[in-house]
């Protein structure tokens, strides 16, 4: 009977401790989403978040643009210029590895910064290039080339957004990326092939027309012989991120 009084107490306190544990609610550790933003610029994306702790999650997102024109290409080459890539297409691809650092409720939601790690990749078709050559005779004469290259940038950068949970149940993720923006270094390699055999002079004409093109956030050297030219890609890699992304949690 002792025994029965004393073994009473720790049953209730076993229920009692039963019964918090099954109150406490389970945290939904993951969460996949697209950037629906990024499909205006043929991005098609995904990206998986995974949370380690309430402050802390990591989030890894791959991204690759299909075949097209490139976006605001008259924002960095002027009119006359654009004109000479007319059948310019390119394709690109990315891959970011974002710890994100959470303030407040946490678990995914609410204010966050994030370092991040991104490496991109920028190829393009073959394309039709061609430039104004001034003769000694007086005459001009328009020399076509065809041009393929591909480039790749390795950076690093900081990112602050919001998360918020749209649904009861909180599986519903809308994802605001407020601002971004990362730096690094990138590599490449483009050629520029004639028909023509090009001499010293028309070589130099050739070399000062693609320099003059003056790409911003891009440092090339450019090397010219009889059939045509090389463009060395070997500078800075910049970039900035923004948009709005849709997920669900689970």
Known sequence: MKKLLILIPFLLLSEVGAQELQAVPTEKMNIIKTNVTAYAFRNIN?????????????????GTMTQGKVPFINAFLKDEDEKRFQNLRVKATNFTIEPRFYIGKGYGRGFYFAPYYRYSDVSSNSFDFYY????????TYQIPLKGQGSTSGNSGGLMVGVQVFLTRSQNLVLDFWIAGAHYGSGKGDFTMTSNYVLTPEM??????????????????????????AKIKVDGPWAGFRSGLSIGYRF
Request: hydrophobic letters at 35%.
């Open 132 to 139: 104004d050559y001034d003769a000694i005779d007086g005459n």
């Open 203 to 228: 070589q130099a004409q050739l070399k000062q027309e693609i320099e003059n093109l003056d790409i911003p956030f891009v440092d090339y050297t450019v090397e010219t012989n009889a059939n045509g």
């Open 46 to 62: 995904l990206s998986y978040e995974r949370a380690i702790n309430q402050w802390f999650s990591l989030n890894i997102g791959f």
